[in-house]
């Protein structure tokens, strides 16, 4: 294996991810961010990934607001950037902020099982496409 081109914690990233260890991805692309507070592509998918954990515990307020802000934080860098398909991601975070009520801000942790789900994404770093 030759240097790697992007943070240690990036690769990290995409296996926690996809594992569904949202919270693990935040630690990891909070990180990155500490030494790149100009980087909005992370920024964008550190909100992504705490929108899905806070979904995930009931606090459905506060996933709209980081998905809507992930949101925001990503259209500068699409189509392709840092080796992921940003319109596939984007697909996904409409798709997640369709899915996500309007009428409710909290659940119980118990009942976050009456909320809808929210899509699943797996996500491929892709370096072809540079």
């Keep these: 294996m030759g240097t790697s081109f992007y ?5 990290e ?21 500490m030494t790149d507070k100009g980087n909005y592509f992370i920024k964008g998918l550190l909100q992504m990934t705490v929108a899905i954990y806070h979904y995930e ?8 607001l980081m998905m809507n802000a992930a949101y925001r934080y990503l259209q500068n ?3 392709f950037y840092w080796g992921i398909d ?18 409710i801000d909290c659940v119980p942790y118990e009942l976050k099982s ?5 899509p699943n994404l797996i996500l491929l770093l892709n370096d072809e496409s540079q």
Aim: proline fraction near 7%; hydrophobic fraction near 35%.
């Design 114 to 118: 009456t909320l809808p789900a929210l």
């Design 77 to 79: 860098y699409r189509p």
């Design 7 to 11: 943070p240690e914690e990036y690769y």
């Design 13 to 33: 990233f995409f296996i926690k991810f996809n594992e569904g260890d949202y919270y693990t991805c935040h630690d990891l692309l909070e990180e990155i961010w």
């Design 86 to 103: 940003l319109e596939e991601v984007n697909r996904f975070i409409e798709a997640c902020i369709e899915q996500m009520p309007t009428d």
């Design 57 to 64: 515990y009931g606090n459905v307020k506060g996933a709209r």
